[in-house]
């Protein structure tokens, strides 16, 4: 995550994790996680998705985070999988240590972004999957246009040392490393989640763009018939297989 960002609390991760469960659980599924035996959490937080992993496979889970305090922390739920703290840029395991690795919303935090695809293409056994699920902010669609953060995001993830645009970045990164890759869009739209806000309350805003957010919650909070509101994250999920 870039040092300018901290960690979403546990809470807030766990509420993302259940927003993208659906999506996940096919990857999953697809993947044929239950006959996976050595499998990698990369960015794996307080273990919001871990134990996921953990009760769908048969073989060992190892769950890496650059912030030890997330692997410690009393609310994290890692379900007996191996805990390392390290870096996606330069991954401590040996070559071709995994069969199976999962990203979600973890990429976006990375940069270069090169350097962790390459240590995943590395640490990725031959027929390895990467499965990433990773939004792209610069697709946000929001309506009406009063409730639109579209430009807070983009400014404040960039700031932060974020991607904002990470979705469409990785797949090309991915094909130059060698894998053959699938690419599918969430294609769900559910109603606006309120809390969008309070996550982009977490990342540096200047105090202009804290007024305009402010601002924008008031009217959004306002709007209360059924479709009265749109507020759409692409995410790309992606299915990439080590050659």
Same mark, same amino acid.
């Given at each position: 995550?870039?040092?300018?960002?901290?960690?979403?609390?546990?809470?807030?991760?766990?509420?993302?994790?259940?927003? @993208?469960?659906?999506?996940?659980?096919?990857?999953?599924?697809?993947?044929? $996680?239950?006959?996976?035996?050595?499998?990698?959490?990369?960015?794996?937080?307080?273990?919001?998705?871990?134990?996921?992993?953990?009760?769908?496979?048969?073989?060992?889970?190892?769950?890496?985070?650059?912030?030890?305090?997330?692997?410690?922390?009393?609310?994290?739920?890692?379900?007996?999988?191996?805990?390392?703290?390290?870096?996606?840029?330069? @991954?401590?395991?040996?070559?071709?240590?995994?069969?199976?690795?999962?990203?979600?919303?973890?990429?976006?935090?990375?940069?270069? @972004?090169?350097?962790?695809?390459?240590?995943?293409?590395?640490?990725?056994?031959?027929?390895?999957?990467?499965?990433?699920?990773?939004?792209?902010?610069?697709?946000? $669609?929001?309506?009406?246009?009063?409730?639109?953060?579209?430009?807070?995001?983009?400014?404040?993830?960039?700031?932060?040392?974020?991607?904002?645009?990470?979705?469409?970045?990785?797949?090309?990164?991915?094909?130059?490393?060698?894998?053959?890759?699938?690419?599918?869009?969430?294609?769900?739209?559910?109603?606006?989640?309120?809390?969008?806000?309070?996550?982009?309350?977490?990342?540096?805003?200047?105090?202009?763009?804290?007024?305009?957010?402010?601002?924008?919650?008031?009217?959004?909070?306002?709007?209360?018939?059924?479709?009265?509101?749109?507020?759409?994250?692409?995410?790309?999920? $992606?299915?990439?297989?080590?050659?």
């Amino acid at each position: 995550m870039g040092a300018s960002a901290a960690l979403p609390l546990p809470e807030q991760l766990t509420l993302q994790a259940q927003w @993208l469960a659906p999506a996940r659980s096919r990857l999953l599924r697809e993947s044929g $996680i239950a006959y996976r035996q050595r499998v990698f959490d990369l960015g794996a937080g307080y273990g919001a998705v871990t134990a996921e992993l953990v009760r769908r496979g048969d073989g060992r889970v190892t769950a890496l985070d650059r912030e030890f305090a997330a692997l410690t922390h009393p609310q994290s739920t890692f379900a007996g999988a191996w805990r390392v703290c390290g870096d996606a840029r330069e @991954l401590p395991f040996a070559a071709h240590s995994f069969d199976l690795a999962l990203s979600q919303c973890t990429l976006l935090w990375t940069a270069p @972004l090169d350097a962790a695809v390459a240590e995943l293409a590395r640490v990725l056994a031959p027929g390895g999957v990467l499965l990433a699920l990773e939004p792209d902010y610069g697709g946000l $669609i929001e309506y009406p246009p009063a409730i639109a953060t579209r430009s807070l995001w983009l400014a404040a993830l960039s700031r932060a040392g974020a991607n904002p645009l990470v979705g469409r970045t990785l797949p090309g990164l991915l094909a130059a490393q060698g894998f053959n890759v699938r690419v599918r869009l969430f294609e769900v739209l559910p109603p606006p989640a309120p809390e969008r806000f309070a996550f982009l309350e977490g990342l540096p805003l200047t105090l202009e763009e804290r007024a305009t957010l402010t601002s924008i919650e008031h009217q959004a909070r306002a709007l209360k018939g059924p479709w009265s509101q749109i507020a759409h994250l692409p995410f790309f999920l $992606i299915t990439a297989v080590r050659d």
